[in-house]
């Protein structure tokens, strides 16, 4: 339907259920993706993501309830991704 290799996209929110099918929709088609979230074990799951096929996928501890710590966060993203092409 359409090409979006190559992207890089930040996903809030990212561990919860909604959250992971999409993480992983996405690096299945190839954007690379900086998941933002508080969730325990959040560095685990994304673990299990590295693996050859997938676009790199990045954990980023940010509380999204709290203004500072999400501001933070989308530093640590842009950081890990060099650029946000989707949000």
């Known amino acids: 339907l359409f090409d979006v290799d190559g992207r890089k996209a930040l996903v809030a929110g990212g561990a919860g259920d909604l ?4 993480v992983s929709a996405l690096a299945q088609a190839g954007v ?6 508080v969730a325990a074990g959040l560095e685990a799951w994304v673990d299990t993501l590295r693996r050859p096929g997938l676009a790199p996928v990045h954990a980023v501890r940010a509380d ?3 203004r500072a ?4 966060g989308f530093e640590a993203a842009l950081r890990v ?3 946000v092409t989707s949000c």
Do not use: F, Q
Not at 19 to 22: L, V
Not at 32 to 37: F, I, K, P, R
């Open 19 to 22: 959250g992971r099918a999409m």
């Open 32 to 37: 690379e993706v900086a998941v933002l979230d």
């Open 64 to 66: 999204l309830t709290d």
């Open 69 to 72: 710590d999400l501001g933070r």
């Open 81 to 83: 991704l060099g650029t």
